[in-house]
């Protein structure tokens, strides 16, 4: 085995001779004189960080080469006592790239090795032998000369020779990867692996009998890893660890300990979920019963990002409580062009990828949605602040605050000036409050805010307390003593003066703006942007109160300029009032959107997807009745007759709520209701119904295993459209409900092709494990074999992932990631189809 694994070197190192020489060890040599004829001969290797050296005295010949000491013959010295090893630096434990306990060194190593010498006038030389690993690769094996003058005179101080180096070696033949990769794997641009978490794992003597067995996963940014504790089987798979020895019982629960803990509502599972990013450790303590037994098993995580989560995998672990257990994972490398051997395995197959390499369908990454879409979020917060100059509250200070720079300036300039100014000063204080409450907050409190299901119950009872003040039951005021001091502030005159006459306006005017600002930051602080101002203030809400703030400055400084246009405003009046009213109708129908996510988080079901579609529509009839006059609220005014306008507004709510009413249409395909466009992603999944819960998609025949797929297009003489999938891919559900659906789409599907779907966290148990041709390691569940098949077969491992294949196991066109564009994943199956049809011809042609 050994021997095999110095040749797998050497090949190593000669593939990447050219590329770089590495030398992450350094030799020293010193002798000193301990007795009358008696010396230590020390060798010193000082080692490259995040290098290591090995021990002279490793069992068995599976694992690295031992550092080994060769003299050459010579009767003028013998050994006294064997080579002894420093204790600093040592490290002992199973070793993940070995899969052995091995003694390694870090940093430096010590060896001593005391001689008795009958003749001090001849050098004692020979050559050690040693091997250098870091933790992905190793070094081949190196030999370094030496020899020892005990005729030099001594350092008196000391009574040892002065250290000799040994002379600088440049490695013509550099370290390759072997087997693993970089102990910091990054994400392959190709489709190949990705390994996002790196586990590590150690003990820690407690007591005498009594150890904590610590696991830490690190995360790369982006990534998630779960809590152990996940409720029901439709969210991710938890985090967990399944033990093979029986020597030790467990002392209490497994503990969780990260400070990137987020918990709350998780929008791809629609449901209430315990998260970890960047470096979460997990401890379980345990009372052993026979130290010198190791404790084995292997641990079982999944990770997603915000888009797509990869297969559940599994990690064997080791710990030797005997010594110090500090052991990492094994990371397979990524090499998408190497070669499997899968005959007489689950993973039997024989692809023919030619046609793939071809342009008729072309591969995509997933499109990720962008929640850094800040030209978005900035219109969001100017259409808010268009809505705000409507309100009573503002729009009659429009002419008011301009008449007032231009009649009371000493000219035309200096009046525009003064209005750009005071619109400036607008902008400042929207932006300055924005910073102030999100960086109160942070990134990662305000995001948590829309997960956690408390906070949107919050959310949902603040909406509504903003709503009744627009219809006028109260007012929101802020208290009088702060607008009374900016306004004798304002008093002040010149740039100081017009600063705090802005500032004047935001207080009086906040029972108006106030519930539009707190929606703008409620729903742009908590969106799931991760952009950071100075890493902690989002940037989401900022330019939404840029937005805002620019739509409410945007008028003064235009009505100065050009003051023959306010001639054209509407006077104030009623219609003031309507806007209000308006406002207050959404605000409710926005509190239903934050009620149904901790509707979802807690499992109640009191806000399932028919009365959630059912309060819009009420709420949109409810509008409608309002601008009829039938409806009034307490500052409303008598009704003298309804103006055509009003009339138009009203007819537009009941199209509306007709519109809302169709979502409550039944889809054969898909055997639930259709969510309307306008509801998706407010409202809660057309599956959380109390009449139609959601089962499989589109009521299309599928196949759960490759092989009786396969043999069912052989029998019926149709290509096969595999399907990577996954029970908690948000991505594939969209995929099915949004693409699948679709007329033409659909038809193709069910009527040409042969829907064969691999669900790769499906956790079922397989009848036989088997060990995996990727990394060696055991496979136990259906779910582990049909992504080892999507890796070893087709080099990728996110999901979705389609392949059209024909029946002979040839892959049509290039395969598809996550494709949204309906007419693109159109083309990709006609395309798949033309070419199955064309190679039918041909065989038919043949005969």
């Not at 819960?693 to 290509?719: Q, R, S, W």
């Not at 002979?808 to 564009?821: F, I, Q, S």
Request: glycine share 8%; aromatic share 14%.
């Amino acid at each position: 085995m050994r021997t095999l694994l110095i040749f797998a070197i050497l090949l190593f190192s000669l593939q990447t001779s050219f590329s770089q020489n590495l030398n992450p060890v350094t030799w020293e040599f010193s002798s000193k004189k301990v007795g009358e004829n008696e010396y230590d001969l020390t060798y010193t290797a000082n080692i490259q960080s995040g290098w290591y050296v090995y021990s002279q005295y490793l069992e068995g010949d599976d694992g690295p080469i031992p550092t080994s000491f060769n003299y050459e013959g010579g009767d003028h010295y013998e050994m006294a006592g064997k080579n002894i090893e420093s204790e600093a630096n040592r490290k002992e434990g199973h070793d993940p790239m070995f899969d052995m306990n091995i003694v390694k060194y870090s940093k430096k190593a010590v060896f001593t090795q005391r001689v008795k010498i009958k003749d001090a006038s001849k050098p004692i030389t020979g050559y050690l032998e040693y091997m250098t690993c870091d933790d992905t690769r190793c070094l081949p094996p190196k030999e370094v000369d030496y020899s020892f003058d005990l005729n030099i005179q001594p350092d008196e101080s000391t009574g040892a020779t002065e250290p000799t180096k040994e002379e600088a070696y440049s490695n013509s033949s550099p370290a390759e990867e072997v087997v693993v990769s970089e102990i910091e794997p990054e994400e392959s641009d190709n489709g190949g692996l990705l390994n996002p978490v790196k586990w590590s794992w150690e003990s820690k003597k407690v007591n005498e009998e009594e150890f904590d067995l610590v696991y830490t996963a690190k995360i790369q940014d982006g990534w998630y890893v779960y809590t152990q504790y996940i409720e029901g089987e439709d969210g991710p798979i938890p985090t967990s660890f399944n033990y093979l020895s029986d020597n030790f019982e467990a002392v209490g629960e497994n503990e969780e300990t990260s400070e990137h803990r987020k918990e709350g509502f998780d929008k791809m599972f629609e449901m209430n979920i315990v998260k970890y990013s960047k470096e979460v450790s997990f401890t379980q303590r345990v009372k052993a019963k026979d130290i010198s037994k190791a404790i084995e098993g292997y641990l079982e995580y999944m990770t997603c990002d915000d888009t797509r989560c990869l297969p559940p995998k599994e990690v064997d672990f080791s710990f030797n409580l005997s010594g110090e257990t500090v052991a990492e994972e094994v990371v397979i490398s990524n090499n998408s062009n190497k070669k499997f051997d899968t005959k007489g395995t689950p993973l039997d197959a024989n692809f023919n990828h030619d046609l793939a390499k071809s342009d008729c369908g072309t591969e995509e990454a997933p499109k990720e949605e962008n929640d850094n879409n800040f030209w978005l979020i900035f219109l969001l917060g100017f259409g808010g602040g268009l809505v705000a100059l409507l309100t009573p509250c503002v729009f009659p200070m429009i002419p008011l605050t301009v008449s007032f720079f231009t009649n009371s300036s000493k000219d035309r300039a200096s009046g525009i000036r003064n209005a750009l100014t005071y619109g400036a000063s607008i902008i400042v204080i929207y932006v300055l409050l924005g910073m102030l409450i999100t960086g109160i907050f942070g990134a990662d409190s305000l995001n948590v805010l829309s997960t956690n299901a408390w906070f949107n119950i919050f959310f949902a009872v603040l909406f509504i307390v903003f709503a009744f003040s627009f219809f006028g039951y109260f007012e929101i005021t802020l208290p009088s003593s702060w607008s009374n001091k900016t306004d004798q502030a304002a008093d002040k005159g010149g740039l100081i003066g017009i600063f705090f006459m802005a500032f004047t306006l935001s207080l009086v005017s906040f029972s108006c703006t106030g519930p539009i600002i707190g929606t703008l930051l409620v729903e742009t602080a908590t969106g799931g942007s991760e952009a950071a101002l100075f890493g902690r203030i989002p940037l989401g809400p900022l330019v939404g109160m840029f937005g805002f703030s620019v739509a409410l400055a945007l008028p003064f400084g235009l009505f100065a300029a050009f003051p023959s246009w306010l001639n054209s405003l509407p006077k104030s009046g009623g219609w003031m009032t309507s806007v209000k009213v308006t406002l207050g109708f959404i605000e409710i129908a926005l509190a239903l959107k934050f009620l149904s996510i901790a509707d979802l988080t807690m499992g109640w079901k009191i806000m399932p997807y028919e009365a959630f579609v059912g309060l819009w529509v009420l709420c949109a009839l409810g509008l409608a009745a309002y601008y009829m006059g039938w409806i009034r609220f307490p500052h409303d005014g008598p009704v003298k007759s309804v103006s055509n306008t009003k009339k138009i507004l009203a007819g537009s709510m009941v199209a509306f709520a007709l519109y809302l009413a169709s979502g409550f249409q039944y889809s054969d395909r898909s055997e639930t209701f259709v969510t309307p466009n306008l509801l998706s992603g407010l409202a809660p999944p057309a599956g959380h119904s109390f009449i139609y819960p959601k089962k499989c998609p589109l009521n299309i025949n599928c196949f759960k295993d490759y092989y009786e797929g396969l043999a069912h297009a052989k029998k019926v003489g149709k290509p096969i459209l595999l399907d990577f999938t996954g029970h908690g891919c948000v991505n594939c559900r969209r995929m099915e409900d949004q693409v699948w659906g679709e007329a033409g789409v659909f038809e193709l599907i069910r009527d040409d092709y042969v829907l064969v779907s691999l669900y790769v966290d499906e956790r079922k148990k397989l009848d036989e494990t088997y060990i995996s041709p990727i990394d060696g390691r055991e496979r136990r569940s259906v779910g582990h074999r049909w992504a080892d098949f999507q890796l070893v077969h087709f080099s990728a491992q996110a999901q979705p992932y389609y392949i059209l294949l024909d029946n002979d196991e040839t892959v049509l066109n290039k395969p598809r990631a996550y494709t949204p564009d309906k007419d693109e994943y159109q083309a990709f199956l006609e395309c798949g189809l033309e070419r199955f049809e064309d190679k039918q011809r041909k065989v038919l042609g043949s005969k």
